[in-house]
C-alpha cells in the first residue's frame, strides 16, 4: 500500500465515519488519514495481538506506527522442522529483522514480539516419534528456546493444530504442554493458533473441543482464534457472521473462565466473488480501494452479519461481490470482544487500511 498518508487530528470515532451507510467516495478519500496524537492510545481491554507478513510489508511500517495499541507482534517469519531423532531446526531465520523489532520496542514499550512458529513438513511419523519420546519433546523444545534467547524474541504463536486428524490429538496436548513448560521457565509465552469452535455454515463442532480447551487453557498464554473465513468458495457471503463469532467464543469456554486468553480474530482483508466463475479471491486494502474507485459502488450493510458488501460488473467478467471489513463493521466486533471478555488477534496488519487503528 503507498506510504502516503494524512494525518487527522481527530480520530475516525469523531469524524463521523462508523457508520452503516458509509459512502464508496468517503472511504478513498479518508482511509490513509489516521489520528496520529492518538496513535499509542489503547481504547481495547484485552490483549491484541498482530501479524505480520514478509509478503504485505506494510504491515512492518504499521507496527512502528500504532505500536502502542499493540500487546502482541507476531511476525510471520519461521518454521520448524524434524530433521532426525532428536534433531530440530527453525527455519526462516533470514526473514528475522532485528533493525525492525528494536524499532517498534522503542516506540511501544512492554509489547512482546512472539513470531509465528509453523510446524512444516511434518510427516505423521514425525509426531509420534516426538510424542513417544520425552527426550524428543525436551529437545524440541530446547530448540524453540535457544532460537528465542540468540533472536530476541519474546515467545513464540504456534500453528500445528489444523495438521492432524481429529483423533490425533492427546500426543499433541502432551507436547504442547511440555513445550510450554518449558518456554515458561526461559520466561517465554506459547501462543496457540486455533481452529474456529463452530464449523463454518454448520452446527457440528470444530477440531478444537471444549475438552482439549479445559486441558490447555491453564497452561497457554493465549490462543488466536481464526473466527474469519466463513464462507464456502461458491456462496458469496460475510467473512466472518457476526452470530457464528459468538457462538465460536461461547461454545469453547461457556463458563467464561479463560476468556481473556482467547484472542478472537478479525481479518483485515475481504473476498472477491465472482458471480459467472465460482470461486473467491482474497483482497486486500489497495485492490479494496482500487474497486471503490473505478466502480463507485453502493455499499451495503448486511445487519445479521453485521458485514458491509457491494457489487460491481466487470466489462467482461460479469458480475462480482465484494466482502471487506470496514469501521462499522470493525467496531461492532470490538464491542462484542469487549462484551464476550475476550482480546484480539488481527490478520493480519499489511492488509488493512490505515484509519482502521484508530479504533483499536
Known amino acids: 500500500m503507498p506510504t502516503e498518508t494524512q494525518l487527522a487530528d481527530k480520530p475516525v470515532q469523531d469524524r463521523g465515519l462508523v457508520v452503516t451507510n458509509p459512502r464508496a467516495e468517503d472511504v478513498v478519500l479518508e482511509h490513509r488519514s489516521y489520528c496520529a496524537a492518538k496513535a499509542r492510545e489503547r481504547h481495547v481491554a484485552g490483549d491484541v495481538l498482530g501479524y505480520v507478513t514478509p509478503w504485505n510489508s506494510h504491515g512492518y511500517d504499521i507496527a512502528k506506527v500504532f505500536g502502542g495499541k499493540f500487546t502482541h507482534i507476531s511476525p510471520v517469519w519461521l518454521q520448524i522442522k524434524r530433521r532426525g531423532r532428536e534433531l530440530f ?44 519420546s520425552e527426550d524428543e519433546i525436551e529437545e524440541l523444545s530446547k530448540t524453540m528456546v535457544q532460537v528465542a534467547k540468540s533472536q530476541h524474541f519474546d515467545g513464540f504463536v504456534v500453528e500445528v493444530w489444523g495438521q492432524l486428524p481429529g483423533q490425533e490429538h492427546t500426543g499433541l496436548i502432551h507436547m504442547l504442554t511440555h513445550m510450554a513448560e518449558a518456554l515458561h521457565q526461559a520466561r517465554l509465552l506459547a501462543v496457540l493458533v486455533i481452529p474456529p469452535a463452530v464449523i463454518p455454515g454448520t452446527d457440528q463442532l ?35 457472521p457476526l452470530s457464528w463469532v459468538r457462538a465460536c467464543v461461547q461454545v469453547l469456554d461457556p463458563k467464561a473462565q479463560w476468556r481473556s486468553k482467547i484472542l478472537l480474530g ?17 483482497v486486500v486494502g489497495t485492490r479494496y480501494i482500487q474497486m471503490l474507485k473505478e466502480h463507485r459502488p453502493q455499499m451495503v450493510w448486511d445487519s445479521q452479519a453485521a458485514e458491509h458488501y457491494f457489487e460491481y460488473k ?6 462480482h461481490v465484494m466482502f471487506y471489513p470496514t469501521l462499522k ?19 493480519e496488519l499489511g492488509q488493512g487500511l490505515d484509519y482502521f487503528y484508530d479504533l483499536l
Not at 478479525?266 to 473467491?280: M, Q
Not at 466487470?314 to 458480475?319: A, E, M, T
Not at 470482544?337 to 475476550?342: D, I, K, P
Open 266 to 282: 478479525l481479518n483485515f482483508y475481504g473476498s472477491d466473488y465472482s458471480a459467472s466463475r465460482g470461486g473467491r479471491e482474497p
Open 89 to 132: 531446526e527453525v527455519t526462516g531465520l533470514h526473514d528475522v529483522d532485528q533493525g525492525w523489532m528494536r524499532t517498534v520496542r522503542k516506540q511501544a514499550k512492554g509489547l512482546r514480539i512472539v513470531p509465528r512458529l509453523l510446524f512444516e513438513g511434518w510427516s505423521h511419523e514425525d509426531f509420534h516419534s516426538v510424542w513417544d
Open 329 to 347: 463493521s470493525l467496531q461492532v466486533r470490538l464491542e462484542l470482544a469487549r462484551e464476550l471478555g475476550v482480546g484480539l488477534s488481527i490478520w
Open 314 to 319: 466487470k466489462s467482461r467478467g460479469g458480475r
Open 206 to 240: 470444530g477440531t478444537f473441543t471444549v475438552k482439549q480447551w479445559e486441558q490447555l487453557a491453564p497452561v497457554l498464554d493465549g490462543f488466536s482464534l481464526m473466527t474469519y473465513d466463513y464462507p464456502t468458495a461458491q456462496q458469496p457471503g460475510p467473512n466472518a
